[in-house]
């Protein structure tokens, strides 16, 4: 037979000449345009990992806790009492950049979606969000309409968005970074998988319509931008949480009747994707008759059918004759549900329209046959400077704490925040702002703690080490709020993988997150890859993002960091020496990056973190507060400013490393914590650490209104808290007031 | 038979969006501009069997009773036959 | 005695105020399906949070013209007691069941954060179990709470004591720093000519309980638990 497709139009799938030879030699013939659809957004690298997976194997991914590794909608871990929690991270970039607000919505519904499938009903949100810089135009843009579009979803939706970070660097400037995350709670019994199980069992297509959004989607997140993208406008899918509110409420409600086999949500690449892995997974197949499929317009093809990526959509499997009980359900909550195909038994996703074939393709060819790419890695040329520049230390120290507490990635969060709902379902007992945010369970005696954590400076300057810091920071934030860290999940943002350079800095994060996640016994639990971050031809900072999980045994433990009562003693736990190497003070005030990063050692941050927790469940110690972005002298100004639940107070602090005061205030160091405590039980806390082999010192006093800090017995600091305070807290407001 | 709804805020309801437009405007480098205020647009198609008159009315009811809220909105109702 | 939480499609802080009402108060509560009409048994009726039917229209727009709402009115022509919290009051006043309407937020963001509210009356249902005068920290989250009505109306409220809730500093003073959406005279809730229907734009359920940070919206609900004792007894 003829070749049906010219290269143009197989490159405008995405495929190379040898992908498309691999398809016809699967097939054993061509493919139809159908088919070539299909294959086009399965074997895309946003869904097929075709790049990463060689290397994501060298994950951990099993632990004690760990009831489901990646490969699913979800991971999901146990946190006893009969309880687990689902969680996972993913990516949402490209579509943020053309519009902003639905690009940040639908990424927030999509992960929501994820939590859901599996039986779960979510209660917190978190987002990791880097934008270019802040005092320019196209970020205002970007960043205020992906903050509106997150807190549209997710206030409507009912879920608190509890926490996450917030960053700023013009690598980010055309290629923003918008991670959404969700965690959502479930019985252990109750659980549910993406299958499609049961010869003959009916499956049901349930919520919106299917339109013409996004068709080809997965597929616009697997190529680079270029300013043509700005106007692919048409294929951004519009959300709709109400709809998906009812959506959740609807699953729940069929998954609690026991007449649901298996679901899975339509994301990317829509009836296709969950077509072929719920067949896939179930070691089924899956036959759907297209004229069943809800449509929202008219005239759609198969080709379009099958690629749209409408929104708030899920595929069910339904027991054999329960399907009419399912469908009533999802009828009370107002959304179609209609029966549009059975399981089969022949490993095949089929697609019929007015009962004739348009495509038929076993689903191993779109899985487990899909490309994988053992790409070249290349350390990248140009060896950053290692060395510090002469007058880096020739600085008023109290001026550059001022710049530092208003540099954007320091800087209060507030103005991002205050636009999400974080309260909502009354379950939020650490509020934004802290170092980690601390959910109760009603369900159970319990609270989680949860957080994300990336360095992309770090990363670029040395990915594996860079990576190490970030997954310990994400374990120190949680200790400090007095939890104990069970799991990550990973989103791993990255310019193009066919740069040698960029895969060899890939690789680098894959193993130096495996080492650190392996010492936490914090396994990876599943995330997301997002590839070809760049943008005419210059890329992001590699920036692997951690998402964190830890468990808190009982709530009245939870910890903040802000100093609480005049008088109490300040302590500082842990004594890695700090170092300038691509640290905020060199990148903020003398607006250089440069190394080498400061050193990790994993066992004794692991000790570090112990001692904290347990001073923390021992009742000594009233607050606690990672030590890291800014340095000490940063985090002892955070740790005095006011909150939600606590005035602004004053400390006086005596510093003394044997190091000049500017490093001694602003270079950055892991395993170390600032710690309050009555001065009584300063000693108990000694004890405790000297017990777990850490170094802990008294080096303060909490109080009056002023933040003085001395170094080597000179005074380096000495300003109203209030000054220092007003500094932090306006800068991102008022940055994107500019223009208004 | 069609039918198009402008739902407008009264005078002298603040118009904060409308306002925030005007700058935008403003900030484009356009001074042609002397003030903003923005609403609501509906296109409806009337259902065939309806007469006119009823129609009219109907709409008009609509308009008044759902689609606008009196304590804020003013509204104007155009049909198209 | 009972309470009713009226669950609207999009109702997301119905499950909240459930939780304060029988767990932290202890009271018999149950929740109330939109497409009901029957409110016989129920004492007191929560309009809560949430984005009803996606307020697709105005806030509180299609949630007003649901059928469990048809009976909250007669309800609360009847003398019913009825408080709306949020979208709750955002309901109420398109309803006609209070004067007013709530606009977009004067910032145009929406807004999620503790705030000063002085309690402006204590001889009411929800308002016994504080002091006059008294401030609370509440948190508010929304949108579009930017109180508005006619001068008349206004005056009508102030004259009348209707004023329930202001946003004030931590001083207890109506500033305009302290008011967080633009409402007129910083009015963050309004009770009706005869006292029984309470629309509030902050969320006293998520003030409940000190582990979230503050119990100072408690005194709402421990209030109306004391008045329907009382009403229980007399009757």
Known sequence: MQQPFTPEVIAEHGLTPSEYDRIVELLERHPTIVELGIFSVMWSEHCSYKSSRVHLKRLPTTGECVVQGPGENAGIVDIGEGYTVAFKIESHNHPSFIEPFQGAATGVGGILRDIFTMGARPIAAMNSLHFGDIDSQGTRRVADGVVRGIGHYGNCFGVPTIGGEVHFSDRYEKNPLVNAFALGIM????????????????????????????????????????????????????????????????????????????????????????????????????????????????????????????????????????????????????????????????????????????????????TDEAPVYHRPLARPEGEVVLELLHDALDVDAEGALLELLASPNIASKEWVYDQYDHMVRTNTVVLPGSDAA????????????????????????????????????????????????????NCMNFASPERPETMWQFSETIDGMSEACRAFDTPVTGGNVSFYNETDGRGIFPTPVIGMVGLI?????????????????????????????G????????????????????????????????????????????????????????????????????????????????????????????ASAP?????????????????????????????????????????????????????????MAVGR | MKAEVYVTLKRGVLDPQGKAIQHAIEANGSDAIAAVRQGKYFEIEVAPALEPAAARAELDRIAREILSNPVIEDYRLEIHE | MKFGVVVFPGSNCDHDAYHVISKVIGQPVDFIWHRDSNL??????????????????????????????????????????????????????????????????????????????????????????????QVLSIPIAHGDGNYFCDDETLARLEGEGQVLFRYVDSKGDPTPESNPNGSRNNIAGIVNDRGNVLGMMPHPERASEEALGSADGRGVFTSLAAALAELAKAS
């Open chain 3, 40 to 133: 016989d048994g129920f004492d007191c009726i929560v309009l809560p949070g949430g984005f009803s039917y996606g307020d697709y229209l105005r806030t509180g727009a299609i949630a007003s013209m649901s059928p469990v709402m048809r009976s909250v009115v007669g309800f609360a022509n009847h003398g019913g007691i009825v408080i709306g919290i949020c979208n709750g009051f955002q309901i109420l006043c398109e309803s006609g069941l209070l004067p007013g309407a709530l606009l977009r937020n004067a910032s145009l963001a929406f807004a999620c954060r503790h705030v000063n509210l002085r309690v402006e009356r204590t001889d009411t249902v929800y308002t016994r179990d504080y002091e006059r005068g």
């Open chain 1, 679 to 735: 001065v009584g039980a300063v000693a108990k806390i000694a004890e405790i650490c000297r017990r777990i082999g850490v170094p802990c010192r008294q080096v303060g006093i909490v109080g009056g209104d002023r933040l003085r800090i001395d170094v080597r017995g000179a005074t380096s600091v000495d300003v109203r808290v209030a000054d220092l305070e007003s500094a932090w807290r306006s800068r991102i407001a008022a940055a």
């Open chain 1, 187 to 366: 019985k252990r019994d109750q659980i549910f998988l993406g299958k499609a199980e049961g010869v003959g069992n009916p499956v049901i297509y349930v919520g919106a319509k299917t339109g013409r959004d996004g068709i080809h989607g997965a597929t616009m997140a697997s190529a680079e931008f270029d300013d043509e993208a700005l106007e692919k406008r048409p294929t951004v899918q519009v959300g709709d949480p109400f709809l998906e509110k009812l959506l959740l409420e609807a699953c729940l409600e069929a998954m609690r009747s026991g007449a649901v086999v298996g679901i899975q949500d339509m994301g990317a690449a829509g009836l296709t994707c969950s077509t072929c892995e719920m067949g896939f997974r179930g070691g089924t197949g899956v036959e759907i008759e297209l004229d069943l499929v809800p449509q929202r317009e008219t005239g759609m093809t198969p080709y379009e059918i099958m690629l749209s990526e409408s929104q708030e959509r899920m595929l069910l499997v339904a027991s054999h004759g329960r399907a009419r009980e399912v469908i009533e359900i999802f009828h009370k909550w107002e959304l179609d549900a209609v029966v549009v195909g059975r399981v089969t038994d022949d490993g095949k996703m089929r697609v019929l329209e007015h009962g004739e074939v348009v495509a038929e393709i076993p689903n191993v060819f779109l």
């Open chain 1, 438 to 489: 601390v959910l109760r369970v009603k369900e159970t005696r319990k609270a989680l703690a949860m957080t994300l954590d990336s360095n992309a400076r770090y990363c670029e300057i040395d990915p594996r080490l860079g990576v190490m810091h970030a997954v310990a920071e994400a374990a120190r934030n949680l200790s400090v709020t007095g939890a104990r860290p069970l799991a990550v999940t």
């Open chain 1, 553 to 581: 045994d009982d709530p009245k433990h939870v910890t903040t960091q802000w100093f609480a009562k005049e008088g109490h003693a300040v302590v500082l736990i842990g004594d890695e020496t700090p170092a300038l190497g």
């Open chain 1, 583 to 674: 640290s905020e003070y060199l990148a903020t005030v003398r607006g250089v990056l440069t190394g080498p990063l400061p050193g990790l050692d994993l066992d004794r941050e692991k000790a570090v973190q112990e001692a904290v927790r347990t001073a923390i469940t021992d009742e000594l110690i009233v607050s606690a507060h990672d030590c890291s972005d800014g340095g000490i002298a940063v985090a002892l100004a955070e740790c005095c400013f006011s909150s939600y639940r606590l005035p602004a107070v004053g400390a006086t602090v005596d510093l003394d490393f044997g190091l000049d005061a500017i490093t001694t205030l602003f270079g950055e160091a892991p395993s170390r914590v600032i």
